[in-house]
């Protein structure tokens, strides 16, 4: 057993694969198709580079994205999710579910 | 609109009500039944006292945890899921879910 392993226990699994905030939002913008590495920088603003890469290459050890180059000049690189990846749909969704039930203290202040 | 509205995209608000992975960690033990504040530390080694203290806050702000202090000596203070804190546990089951399903790319080379 090495440090590398992915825990046992799913939940901590789950965000041992999905570090931080960013990776969520990359699957999510994925969720909505293939994209370029740029397209996804330009989905995300804020995030670096260094970020994008190191998550897409997480997600693609995991099996979770696939990277596609198109020998075309210039070259042409697609990040798409697999249908493993795909599997995170309903994840996001009941995530999003949950918290578009949460009331925004800051929006009652504000009324 | 201020900083602290929370976002209007559901992904993105459940990233900042549940940020960092010590969050979904508090919440995966609390889902198993009320807690003290030392019965999380102990069941989450390696979290700061300020840290759990933040999250619990947090959670309290948000309406998912409530604080209980029970009038005895020493006083007792309990932190417990609300009905709303409760339905992260769909959440939290699609996450393990889904995660268990990755192959664990170190177990492979142990094999």
Known sequence: MTDSRL???GVARFLTLLNGPWA???V???LHGPHRFNQLREALPG???HTLTSRLRQFERHGIVT???YAQIPPRVEYELTPLGEGLR???EAMGTWAMDVPDPAA???V
Chains 1, 2 share one sequence.
């Open 108 to 110: 009652d202040v504000a």
């Open 24 to 26: 969520t939002l990359i």
């Open 67 to 69: 990277r596609t180059t």
């Open 7 to 9: 825990p046992e226990c």
């Open 90 to 92: 309903d994840v996001l």
């Open 28 to 30: 999510r913008e994925l």
């Open 47 to 49: 995030i670096s580079p």
